[in-house]
């Protein structure tokens, strides 16, 4: 599968980096985007370590690093964070994440912390260059304490981290969701696990659906669009997940794997 223009306009475009062809890393699938405006460029969780070089000569068909002006990361996690130390030299731009995790991200490794800036638990609007404007959009405990969204308005696309995240089998890849209730059996035990509870989950929906939403990016698996964008809505603010399925043991009430 080759990289995926999702919207592209006179000037604007939003890209999902494809790095599946590079087959350097173990683990989850992940999906890395670029939204592009008049020429600059704001990458959105740009993967792992393993992933990198091949996310970046895929970025280079549509911009050069000094036009990258933002790295926007949703949550802290390795398959996020792993490669931004190689990305740091390679780009000057600014990293958002979470304010709390800042601290954190230094045991990655990684000694450019002078350029990250914390989002605040209730988001942040931002204009990565004039003219360009990116919404960033609270979501927490889904999964991440502190995970945030991105809303593009121009293509109308809600980049959601992990919500809505599939696993899908290896030998499976594809760029939409097209036909909800099929790939319930992909998403359903990773977010009834991951995410944090459906107090959570309905905040998030509520949230979001005073957006005009043409799609739902995650960071992993396909992308959905038409029908399947309020279909996830309407399932997510109905799960039970996370703390909701503990018992008073610590035990969950689901099995333990997939
Ligand atoms: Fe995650
Ligand atoms: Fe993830």
């Keep these: 599968m080759r990289n995926v223009t999702l919207y592209e306009s006179p000037g604007h475009r939003f890209i999902l980096l494809n790095e599946s062809d590079a087959g350097e890393e173990e683990g989850v699938r992940s999906n890395q985007y670029l939204v592009a405006h008049d020429g600059q460029g704001v990458l959105l969780d740009p993967g792992g370590f393993g992933v990198m070089p091949r996310v970046l000569v895929e970025m280079l068909r549509y911009v050069q690093p000094e036009q990258v002006k933002a790295i926007i990361l949703s ?31 230094p045991h990655y490794g990684i000694s450019g912390m002078h350029r990250f800036i914390g989002v605040p638990d209730e988001g942040l609007s931002l204009e990565p260059a004039p003219g360009f404007h ?33 696993m899908l089998p290896d030998n499976q890849e594809f760029t939409y969701v097209d036909d909800f209730d099929s790939h319930i059996p992909y998403i359903e035990w990773f977010h009834r696990r991951y995410m944090g509870s459906n107090k959570a989950a309905q905040a998030w929906v509520n949230r979001v659906s ?43 009430a689901m099995d333990a794997t997939p």
């Design 75 to 105: 949550h802290q996690d390795p398959d996020i964070v792993g490669g931004l130390s190689t990305w740091l030299e390679m780009v000057e731009a600014p990293v958002y994440v979470s304010s709390i995790w800042l601290r954190f991200l």
């Design 134 to 166: 990116l919404q960033l959009i609270p979501a927490h405990f889904l999964h991440s304490e502190g995970h945030i969204n991105v809303y593009d308005p121009v293509s109308k696309i809600l980049f959601t981290g992990d919500i809505g995240a599939a």
């Design 210 to 252: 005073k957006l005009d939403i043409r799609m739902l990016a995650p960071q992993h698996g396909p992308v959905y669009r038409g029908k399947t964008v309020q279909q996830f809505l309407d399932w997510f603010a109905r799960l039970q997940c996370g703390i909701d399925l503990m018992a008073a043991d610590g035990s969950f």
